[in-house]
């Protein structure tokens, strides 16, 4: 389960994966495909500060196995375009573009293959379109934690000043963009929830003298920024941390798919009030009878791009125990 930074990743990814731009709901969104489907479609769901690139490597690795591998830039999100207003984000909006997605692809169903916030629209979906949903692996973030729960954290919690108006654009605005991004993937990589204290801003928690993680190269953070260069903060900002709220809760949600949930025991994510609790107690098998839950013990909140091997592994006989009916 060693970790692998794979410089030679972006090369393999850009002969093997082809890019299109679909029009989907009046908006132009950028998705990146590999592999013929002989055996079915995985779709790919990225978080923040992610892109379509962060699923490189299982992209590869489902592609080679006989799949076909789609993973879309969010609207507003890297090549995609932004919507007319941003300010106005809604789940929904994410839920009918996948819809979209799968039907401008001419897929009829797909497994979904989700991470961070990614991981909210995979699972809405499945809930609300059984019949195009093969199966869900969600990574990082459980079903069904109330985010309420988070207010028992202090105002220095990221998702707080995220979620203030103007108060990331003023800190983010202080470096350029790759600085940015380099400073969250390093934060969201460690253990501990990013917080500031009183007097700080979030971009303060960590300088150029702080190494990234030696799975994520200065290639990968090329690429991420290149992309975060392309479509900057705004729509970002609004998807998830300043939308979050406004998620509506689907009552008492049952899952007619199988759930995979894979989390990394150092994820930060984990120690959010609620999350250990909703993994360990059984709540989330009340809504998903086929659930299945897999801890990795050095995971972080990047397990998929840590250990790309072992989350392959993990996503192959997942894919392999629930076969597409022909």
Same mark, same amino acid.
């Given at each position: 389960?060693?970790?692998?930074?794979? %410089?030679?990743?972006?090369?393999?990814?850009?002969?093997?994966?082809?890019?299109?731009?679909?029009?989907?709901?009046?908006?132009?969104?950028?998705?990146?495909?590999?592999?013929?489907?002989?055996?079915?479609?995985?779709?790919?769901?990225?978080?923040?500060?992610?892109?379509?690139?962060?699923?490189?490597?299982?992209? &590869?690795?489902?592609?080679?196995?006989?799949?076909?591998?789609?993973?879309?830039?969010?609207?507003?999100?890297?090549?995609?375009?932004?919507?007319?207003?941003?300010?106005?984000?809604?789940?929904?909006?994410?839920?009918?573009? &996948?819809?979209?997605?799968?039907?401008?692809?001419?897929? +009829?169903?797909?497994?979904? *293959?989700?991470?961070?916030?990614?991981?909210?629209?995979?699972?809405?979906?499945?809930?609300?379109?059984?019949?195009?949903?093969?199966?869900?692996?969600?990574?990082?973030? %459980?079903?069904?934690?109330?985010?309420?729960?988070?207010?028992?954290?202090?105002?220095?919690?990221?998702?707080?000043?995220?979620?203030?108006?103007?108060?990331?654009?003023?800190?983010?605005?202080?470096?350029?963009?790759?600085?940015?991004?380099?400073?969250?993937?390093?934060?969201?990589?460690?253990?501990?929830?990013?917080?500031?204290?009183?007097?700080?801003?979030?971009?303060?928690?960590?300088?150029?003298?702080?190494?990234?993680?030696?799975?994520?190269?200065?290639?990968?953070?090329?690429?991420?920024?290149?992309?975060?260069?392309?479509?900057?903060?705004?729509?970002?900002?609004?998807?998830?941390?300043?939308?979050?709220?406004?998620?509506?809760?689907?009552?008492?949600?049952?899952?007619? *798919?199988?759930?995979?949930?894979?989390?990394?025991?150092?994820?930060?994510?984990?120690?959010?009030?609620?999350?250990?609790?909703?993994?360990?107690?059984?709540?989330?098998?009340?809504?998903? %009878?086929?659930?299945?839950?897999?801890?990795?013990?050095?995971?972080?909140?990047?397990?998929?791009?840590?250990?790309?091997?072992?989350?392959?592994?993990?996503?192959?006989?997942?894919?392999?125990?629930? +076969?597409?009916?022909?």
């Amino acid at each position: 389960m060693g970790s692998s930074s794979r %410089p030679e990743a972006m090369a393999t990814a850009e002969q093997q994966i082809e890019h299109v731009h679909l029009p989907v709901r009046g908006l132009t969104l950028h998705v990146a495909q590999a592999g013929k489907g002989e055996l079915g479609t995985v779709v790919f769901l990225h978080g923040f500060p992610e892109i379509w690139y962060s699923w490189r490597h299982q992209m &590869l690795a489902v592609a080679a196995a006989g799949y076909r591998a789609v993973a879309p830039d969010w609207r507003g999100y890297g090549l995609s375009d932004q919507p007319p207003e941003p300010e106005a984000a809604a789940y929904d909006d994410l839920v009918e573009d &996948l819809l979209a997605i799968l039907d401008a692809l001419a897929v +009829p169903k797909a497994f979904l *293959v989700a991470k961070d916030f990614g991981a909210l629209v995979a699972y809405d979906f499945a809930l609300c379109h059984p019949n195009r949903t093969c199966g869900v692996m969600g990574l990082g973030i %459980p079903f069904g934690n109330d985010a309420s729960s988070m207010n028992t954290l202090p105002e220095g919690l990221y998702i707080f000043r995220w979620a203030q108006p103007g108060r990331a654009e003023a800190d983010f605005g202080r470096y350029n963009i790759k600085r940015v991004v380099r400073t969250i993937y390093i934060l969201f990589s460690k253990s501990e929830i990013p917080m500031a204290k009183e007097d700080q801003e979030i971009m303060d928690l960590a300088d150029l003298s702080t190494p990234l993680p030696e799975w994520f190269t200065e290639e990968d953070l090329d690429v991420h920024s290149s992309l975060y260069e392309k479509s900057g903060f705004r729509y970002p900002l609004q998807m998830p941390y300043r939308s979050l709220h406004k998620r509506k809760p689907i009552g008492d949600a049952k899952f007619q *798919v199988p759930v995979f949930v894979v989390m990394g025991e150092k994820d930060y994510v984990y120690k959010f009030p609620g999350v250990e609790s909703a993994m360990k107690d059984g709540t989330m098998e009340r809504h998903a %009878p086929d659930m299945k839950i897999t801890y990795i013990p050095e995971g972080s909140h990047f397990v998929q791009e840590q250990f790309p091997d072992y989350v392959n592994e993990l996503l192959l006989a997942f894919l392999k125990d629930h +076969p597409v009916d022909k």
